[in-house]
């Protein structure tokens, strides 16, 4: 399948690039992958283009098919929001959104954008609170989503305010679709998700609930830093088992993890998730094994 | 090679299922870690193509006594930012993502494992899974 994506930038692109002698001319190979760029999967599966990791348009295709489409997102620990009027901030993709439970006990998750001025309203990473109030101009939501203040909003003395038709009930914060499963919460952009059991597929349901056996959740702590490189990178780092016994000589100097080892890398039906498995070992790393890990100390 | 402190490696069977290490990749932006008994939630949030942040959230389970999550916590040293595997993860992901961006429009080979054409493997010399992903990925993006 041929994607075609027109270049938005095309005037100020030709502009930039005339003169600079290095074929910014209309009709070189240059011109071409700037104004009419081809995305073209090449041959079969064993190879993948660089586009797939590096390319903007497509990284913005991903966000609207992906994160935003027909997919459950994780976004919070249900203990790390236990009280009604506990909150969380959170992401779908690398949209932001506050994950709340409300008064009457529900998980809620709104996108963390004011319907007025589209100011990233919360600004704490957590908290408790009644309703969300935007630090710009105070317009005020319950735990829902739902608008439920607008200062002035009939004006001051007769004068100014919103307008009479406007309508308060249709410009709550955008809410999205909700789904917990043994303490963990997940949200999708898409109101016609399939169960969250569905979209695992049995297999994957199973390893889930192994590690989230039914014991209630006791958080220990959090920790966040940033990696540079694309974020399908991380995916395939987890489904790549062949890494595991190379770059990580600690997993093999102690056993965790040797090629030989018992070990399943599983997928769903989908291919969409992974599950890497593995089982300790305390038999010694073999000497054939140890020729083929120049790491190995 | 022998650890200075030989707990880091003890494994409490507390688990139903045969394995002692699981790394779930759930689709799109979840990483689930059991290894041994250090547990953790990992979070994906894109920032464009070349960047991502990754939010923890490490957990064990009420009724742990004081001994069990100081061992949950000690053993969750081995990853992390700077722990004793992530570290090397993290670093190799951005040779990956340097080598694209520097040396560019080119591809790269996921063929290990050719008898597999995409999905469960039953060795670890494979990359039968990512096959299996990017056939996902090219029907949701129509690619």
């Known amino acids: 399948m041929i994607l075609r994506i027109l270049q938005l930038c095309y005037h100020s692109r030709m502009n930039s690039s005339s003169g600079n002698g290095n074929g910014g001319t209309r009709g070189t190979r240059a011109d071409a992958v700037l104004l009419d760029r081809q995305y073209v999967w090449p041959g079969d599966l064993t190879e993948i283009p660089d586009w797939v990791y590096t390319d903007e348009t497509i990284y913005q295709r991903e966000v609207e098919r992906i994160f935003h489409g027909p997919t459950w997102n994780y976004v919070a620990l249900e203990a790390e929001i236990p009280n009604a009027g506990d909150f969380i901030r959170s992401n779908v993709g690398p949209t932001p959104v506050v994950v709340t439970r409300a008064k009457d006990g529900s998980i809620n998750v709104v996108e963390n954008r004011c319907s007025h001025r589209a100011a990233e309203l919360c600004r704490e990473l957590s908290g408790n609170a009644n309703e969300l109030v935007c630090p710009y101009h105070q317009w005020t939501y319950d735990l829902k989503g739902s608008l439920i203040g607008i200062p002035f909003k009939r004006g001051v003395a007769g004068k100014g305010g919103m307008p009479r038709d406007f309508n308060q009930a249709a410009h709550g914060l955008t809410r999205l679709n909700v789904t917990a499963h043994r303490g963990v919460v997940f949200a999708s952009y898409r109101a016609d998700m399939e169960s969250l059991a569905d979209y695992l597929g049995p297999e994957v349901l199973r390893e889930f609930e192994a590690t989230f056996d039914g014991r209630k959740l006791k958080l220990l702590g959090h920790y966040r830093h940033s990696l540079p490189g694309n974020w399908k990178l991380y995916h395939e780092n987890l489904k790549d088992p062949y890494h595991a016994t190379l770059l990580h000589t600690f997993l093999v100097t102690f056993g965790l993890l040797v090629a030989g080892n018992r070990s399943m890398m599983l997928t769903d039906k989908s291919g969409r998730h992974g599950v890497m498995a593995s089982d300790k070992s305390e038999t010694e790393v073999t000497s054939d094994a140890k020729k083929e890990m120049r790491a190995y100390k | ?143």
């Open chain 2, 1 to 143: 090679m022998q650890l200075r402190e030989p707990r880091f490696m003890d494994f409490v069977q507390e688990f139903d299922s045969s394995w002692s290490v699981t790394m779930s990749t759930i689709w799109p932006n979840l990483i689930v870690q059991r290894e041994m008994n250090t547990l953790g939630i990992r979070q994906i949030v894109p920032n464009g193509p070349h960047e991502f942040i990754m939010k923890w959230t490490m957990f064990g389970f009420e009724g742990d006594d004081a001994e069990m999550t100081g061992h949950r916590l000690r053993q969750g040293n081995l990853m992390g930012p700077a722990g004793f595997l992530g570290l090397e993860d993290n670093e190799a992901m951005k040779f990956v993502q340097d080598g694209m961006r520097r040396v560019p429009g080119k591809r790269h080979l996921v063929k290990l494992d050719p008898v597999n054409e995409a999905g469960t493997a039953d060795t670890l010399i494979s990359e039968a899974a990512i096959r299996a992903m990017y056939k996902h990925w090219r029907a949701e993006m129509g690619l």
